[in-house]
C-alpha cells in the first residue's frame, strides 16, 4: 500500500484550482503584480501555477512533462520582485489559502512552503 500524497489528502485536483483561482482573483486587480503578467488573460498563468503546485505537493507530474524543470529563480529572473511584491504576492496567497478551509496541519503545511517559495524568489530590494 502506497502512502496517501498531501496532493490526494486535500482533495486533489479541485483543490488546487480552487487555490489558484482564488489568488489570481487578487493578482489581476494588484496593480504590481498584474504588470508581471504579460497575457492579457491570467488563464495561461493559472494552469501553469495549477500544475506545478500540484506536482510539487505528490500529484500529476504534468508540469515537468510540458515545462521541464521548474527552476523557479530563473524564470521569475525577468521580473522585478522585491519586497513590496513579495509581500503582496503572499497576502494574495493567504487569502486564497483561508478559502479552502484545510486542516489546521495542511494548512500549515502548505502555507509553509509557499511562504518560503515566495521569500527565496525576491531578486532585487531596488523599488
Same mark, same amino acid.
Given at each position: 500500500?502506497? %502512502?496517501?500524497?498531501?496532493?490526494?489528502?486535500?482533495?486533489?485536483?479541485?483543490?488546487?484550482?480552487?487555490?489558484?483561482?482564488?489568488?489570481?482573483?487578487?493578482?489581476?486587480?494588484?496593480?504590481?503584480?498584474?504588470?508581471?503578467?504579460?497575457?492579457?488573460?491570467?488563464?495561461?498563468?493559472?494552469?501553469?501555477?495549477?500544475?506545478?503546485?500540484?506536482?510539487?505537493?505528490?500529484? %500529476?507530474?504534468?508540469?515537468?512533462?510540458?515545462?521541464?524543470?521548474?527552476?523557479?529563480?530563473?524564470?521569475?529572473?525577468?521580473?522585478?520582485?522585491? %519586497?513590496?511584491?513579495?509581500?503582496?504576492?503572499?497576502?494574495?496567497?493567504?487569502?486564497?489559502?483561508?478559502?479552502?478551509?484545510?486542516? %489546521?496541519?495542511?494548512?500549515?503545511?502548505?502555507?509553509?512552503?509557499?511562504?518560503?517559495?515566495?521569500?527565496?524568489?525576491?531578486?532585487?530590494?531596488?523599488?
Amino acid at each position: 500500500m502506497t %502512502p496517501r500524497t498531501f496532493f490526494e489528502d486535500v482533495g486533489g485536483h479541485e483543490t488546487f484550482v480552487r487555490l489558484v483561482d482564488a489568488f489570481y482573483d487578487g493578482v489581476a486587480t494588484d496593480e504590481v503584480l498584474r504588470g508581471m503578467y504579460p497575457e492579457e488573460d491570467l488563464g495561461p498563468a493559472k494552469e501553469r501555477l495549477t500544475l506545478f503546485l500540484e506536482q510539487y505537493w505528490g500529484g %500529476p507530474t504534468t508540469y515537468s512533462e510540458q515545462r521541464g524543470h521548474p527552476r523557479l529563480r530563473m524564470r521569475h529572473a525577468p521580473y522585478k520582485v522585491n %519586497p513590496d511584491a513579495r509581500d503582496r504576492w503572499l497576502r494574495h496567497m493567504r487569502a486564497a489559502v483561508g478559502t479552502l478551509g484545510l486542516p %489546521p496541519l495542511q494548512e500549515a503545511q502548505l502555507w509553509d512552503y509557499l511562504e518560503r517559495a515566495a521569500f527565496s524568489l525576491v531578486n532585487t530590494f531596488e523599488e
